[in-house]
C-alpha cells in the first residue's frame, strides 16, 4: 500500500479469516482484559481489534510509510492502535520536521512517551 490510502484502507475492511474455534492461552486471557477494560469506558476509540498476522502486516506498512516519507499513512495506521517502534517514530519526526509540518511534529513529541521497548 505504498502511499496509496485508499488502498490501505481497503486492505483493512477485509474480513479477518478465522483459524477455527481454537485459541491460544493468550487469546483467551487477552479477553479477559479487554472485557474489563471495556467495562470501565473505551479511550480507544480509533483503534480496532486485529490478529497477530495483520498485526504484523500493518507494523510492516508503517515502517515502510516511515521510511518513504508517507506520514499520513503512518499517523493513520497509529490512530489504529499500531505502536510506535523507536526507528519509525524517528522516521516519521525527521519526515514531517523536512517537511515543515510543525504540528504533526508537536503531535509526535507527545506521542514520545508511548514508544515501546524492542
Given at each position: 500500500a505504498h502511499g496509496h490510502r485508499n488502498v490501505l484502507r481497503k486492505l483493512l475492511t477485509q474480513p479477518q479469516q478465522s483459524k477455527g474455534d481454537v485459541l491460544s492461552?493468550?487469546?483467551i486471557l487477552a479477553e479477559g482484559v479487554e472485557s474489563d477494560t471495556s467495562?470501565?469506558?473505551s479511550s480507544n476509540e480509533g483503534q480496532v481489534?486485529?490478529?497477530k498476522t495483520r498485526m504484523k502486516a500493518l507494523q510492516e506498512a508503517m515502517?515502510?510509510?516511515a521510511e518513504h516519507g508517507y506520514v499520513d499513512i503512518t499517523m493513520e495506521l497509529r490512530?489504529?492502535?499500531i505502536p510506535w517502534k523507536l526507528?519509525?517514530?524517528?522516521e516519521s519526526l525527521r519526515a514531517t520536521f523536512y517537511q515543515s509540518r510543525y504540528s504533526v511534529v508537536q503531535n509526535l513529541l507527545r506521542e514520545?512517551?508511548?514508544i515501546?521497548?524492542?
Open positions: 492461552l493468550e487469546e467495562s470501565q469506558g481489534k486485529l490478529c515502517y515502510y510509510s490512530v489504529l492502535g526507528h519509525v517514530w524517528i514520545f512517551v508511548t515501546k521497548e524492542e
